[in-house]
């Protein structure tokens, strides 16, 4: 059974960077049907979707955070990680790892909040 | 950018009852159209993708109907664990982009 984790600081300083990371079993990081992403969730903004990676590194940015946003994977460990720099309280969001594919999003981790806030 | 709207935002019945809940599209996006159900404090779960298909242990009481712009998820003999919030997922440019809608809370009348 697939199972996705999230991990990392709850608590950003605004202009800082946010740092987590999804560690993934049950199932190959290195496979060729799957690409893995993130996606937050805000009452002010609803579901977003933030951006996704493939196994051979390529990465998917969502337009409106493209600037911002560094999606990494390191196959080794079986994780991939999120960073979004320079966040304001608008980044205030419960943060979800997610497999997509032709099933899109199908599985996700149980979502990390994390506020931003001096 | 494809705009996803879904109505009603609140839909309040009885256990029993059917349930229609509609996403429209701003552009065609043929059948690249899934639905998600969820419940307070947890991930959303992919209920239906390529609009009508059911994902693995979706009871048959779920059906998805539609394509291009115009899409409903239909629950009948609504049973108590359904009630939750529903969104649409459009993924026509998967995966460099998805757009969620607002989401649509089924609530017990």
């Known amino acids: 059974q697939l199972h996705l984790q999230e991990s990392g600081p709850r608590l950003v300083k605004p202009s800082e960077t946010l740092s987590l990371t999804c560690t993934v079993s049950?199932?190959?990081?290195?496979?060729?049907?799957?690409?893995w992403g993130w996606i937050r969730q805000s009452p002010e903004k609803g579901l977003e979707y933030i951006g996704s990676?493939?196994?051979?590194?390529?990465?998917y940015y969502n337009p409106s955070l493209m600037s911002r946003v560094t999606i990494s994977l390191d196959t080794s460990k079986s994780q991939f990680s999120l960073k979004l720099d320079s966040v304001s309280a608008a980044d205030t969001s419960v943060y979800f790892c997610?497999?997509?594919?032709?099933?899109?999003?199908?599985?996700w981790g149980q979502g990390a909040l994390v506020s931003v806030s001096s | 950018e494809k705009v996803m709207t879904q109505s009603p935002a609140t839909l309040s019945l009885s256990p029993g009852e059917t349930a229609t809940l509609s996403c429209r599209a701003s552009?065609?996006?043929?059948?690249?159209l899934a639905w998600y159900q969820q419940k307070s404090g947890q991930a959303p779960r992919l209920l239906f993708y390529?609009?009508?298909v059911r994902a693995t242990g979706i009871p048959a009481r779920f059906s998805g109907t539609g394509s291009g712009t115009e899409f409903t998820l239909t629950i009948t003999s609504l049973q108590s664990e359904d009630f939750a919030v529903y969104y649409c997922?459009?993924?026509?440019?998967?995966?460099?982009?998805?757009?969620f809608g607002q989401g649509t809370k089924l609530d017990l009348k």
């Open positions: 997610v497999r997509t594919g032709i099933q899109p999003f199908d599985y």
């Open positions: 049950g199932d190959s990081i290195n496979s060729k049907f799957h690409y």
């Open positions: 990676i493939y196994y051979n590194g390529r990465t």
């Open positions: 552009h065609n996006i043929g059948n690249n």
């Open positions: 390529g609009a009508s």
């Open positions: 997922l459009q993924y026509s440019n998967w995966p460099s982009m998805y757009t």
